[in-house]
């Protein structure tokens, strides 16, 4: 089973940037689809990126595209998210995720099995 760690979140103002951290431990993140999702008061969990095990990324392309990346230290099994331009609404605690199998494709929240304990990110105006 895969245990995922995140860690980098905190309070940045608006314009500002942080890098999430998600370690890995009990599987290899070069062989899965590493989504990130978040979650803010009373909504729902929703996806904000993920780097597939091939390699490409995809994105929730009307709230982050072209201001968060997402790349993979194979050497640490630590997969990053990069998040420039904050804005008052990428306000959420931050989960990383991936499927129970490797080599999969997932296409939605449902499809991951395996989730970090979350970090908290918060952007003030």
């Known amino acids: 089973q895969v245990q995922l760690v995140e860690s980098g979140g905190g309070l940045v103002q608006a314009g500002g940037s942080l890098r999430l951290s998600c370690a890995a431990s009990?599987?290899?993140?070069?062989?899965?689809?590493v989504g990130w999702f978040r979650q803010a008061p009373g909504k729902e969990r929703e996806f904000v990126i993920a780097?597939?095990?091939?390699?490409?990324?995809?994105y929730n392309a009307d709230s982050v595209k072209g201001r968060f990346t997402i790349s993979r230290d194979n050497a640490k099994n630590t997969v990053y998210l990069q998040m420039n331009s904050l804005k008052p609404e990428d306000t959420a605690v931050y989960y990383c995720?991936?499927?129970?199998?490797?080599?999969?494709?997932?296409?939605?929240?449902?499809?991951?099995?395996?989730w970090g304990q979350g970090t908290q990110v918060t952007v003030s105006s």
């Open positions: 995720a991936v499927p129970a199998a490797a080599y999969a494709s997932p296409n939605g929240v449902n499809d991951y099995d395996y």
């Open positions: 009990g599987g290899t993140l070069s062989r899965y689809t």
């Open positions: 780097l597939t095990w091939s390699g490409r990324t995809t």
